[in-house]
Nanobody
């Protein structure tokens, strides 16, 4: 049974940091490109970060560069998202994705709320 379980979300003040984790099981984690997406209320799902299966390259949209860092530990079947300098526009449900064409797996999401 494939599972992606996100954790680490919560309430954080503007300017603060959070580290999200996503633990995978039921598939060969190290063979999958891992990504983070987010979806704010009333908005489309948005790409946040991506990391190769070996962890040797990463990709971010320009709006996330310098604030967000994706990493992975294949020994622990876990991908991380370090988020710094958070602001209210970062408030969203954050989803973990595992991709190995043509297969895609999604987690259930973790809520991140940035508010004072």
């Amino acid at each position: 049974q494939v599972q992606l379980v996100e954790s680490g979300g919560g309430l954080v003040q503007p300017g603060g940091s959070l580290r999200l984790s996503c633990a995978g099981s039921g598939f060969t984690f190290s063979s999958y490109v891992m990504s983070w997406y987010r979806q704010a209320p009333g908005k489309a799902r948005e790409f946040v970060a991506r990391i190769s299966s070996a962890g040797d390259w990463t990709n971010y949209p320009n709006s996330m560069k310098g604030r967000f860092t994706i990493s992975r530990d294949n020994a622990k079947n876990t991908v991380y998202l370090q988020m710094n300098s958070l602001n209210s526009e970062d408030t969203a449900v954050y989803y973990c994705n595992a991709h190995n064409y043509p297969v895609d797996y999604w987690g259930q999401g973790t809520q991140v709320t940035v508010s004072s």
